[in-house]
T-cell receptor, first 111, second 117 residues
Framework: SQQGEEDPQALSIQEGENATMNCSYK?????LQWYRQNSGRGLVHLIL?????REKHSGRLRVTLDTSKKSSSLLITASRAADTASYFC???????????FGKGTRLSVIA | GAGVSQSPSNKVTEKGKDVELRCDPI?????LYWYRQSLGQGLEFLIY????????KSGLPSDRFSAERTGGSVSTLTIQRTQQEDSAVYLC???????????????FGSGTRLTVV
């Protein structure tokens, strides 16, 4: 079962624009993580935000977390063609259990 | 090793045959995870190991699926009597596993693309 649900399912933007992807989840969390997947293979961990954090930055990435709304957003600023990939949020259903991933957002950045 | 290594990278097998997929995690990572991803879909959790133990096998789709981990390192996922619906990319990941499974991000391998014909 999916714990996180990303929105939109697909997003197409021009190079240089910002891309925003959202994730909603259902249960209380310790942290929420975002991953990127290129070409349907291995996922790359982008950022982890803890439940007591509201915002976190890493390079051109900005992640926010609103635990009252059970939602998170991933913002990629000044997008590049190389950012074209699928982006997944991941969290846990309960306790010390493995990550559960959403279905992802497919981002296309057009040069 | 420097990263998570999976082999083979691609496997084509005939329906009814058994297959073994291998995962070599990052050295020192105590937690190891298997996921499956069908075309255009999200990741489906299969099983995880903490050391050599598998506390949760509920994600395995059927009794044709089994996994083991030896020496706290390499893991093998075995699918017996493969069916066409088993076709997917099988992804392995590892994490330090200390202070809980999810206190660090997971490091994924490049996956094994299994095609059952």
């Amino acid at each position: 079962s999916q714990q996180g649900e990303e929105d939109p399912q697909a997003l197409s933007i021009q190079e240089g624009e910002n891309a925003t992807m959202n994730c909603s989840y259902k249960t209380s969390i310790n942290n929420l993580q975002w991953y990127r997947q290129n070409s349907g293979r291995g996922l790359v961990h982008l950022i982890l935000i803890r439940s007591n954090e509201r915002e976190k930055h890493s390079g051109r990435l900005r992640v926010t977390l609103d635990t009252s709304k059970k939602s998170s957003s991933l913002l990629i600023t000044a997008s590049r063609a190389a950012d074209t990939a699928s982006y997944f949020c991941a969290t846990v259903l309960s306790g010390n259990t493995p990550l559960v991933f959403g279905k992802g957002t497919r981002l296309s950045v057009i040069a | 090793g420097a990263g998570v290594s999976q082999s083979p990278s691609n496997k084509v097998t005939e329906k009814g045959k058994d297959v073994e997929l291998r995962c070599d995690p990052i050295s020192g990572h105590t937690a190891l995870y298997w996921y499956r991803q069908s075309l255009g879909q999200g990741l489906e959790f299969l099983i995880y190991f903490q050391g050599n133990s598998a506390p949760d096998k509920s994600g395995l789709p059927s009794d044709r699926f089994s996994a083991e981990r030896t020496g706290g390192s390499v893991s093998t996922l075995t699918i017996q009597r493969t069916q066409q619906e088993d076709s997917a990319v099988y992804l392995c990941a590892s994490s330090p596993g200390l202070r809980g499974l999810n206190s660090h991000g997971y490091t994924f391998g490049s996956g094994t693309r299994l095609t059952v014909v």
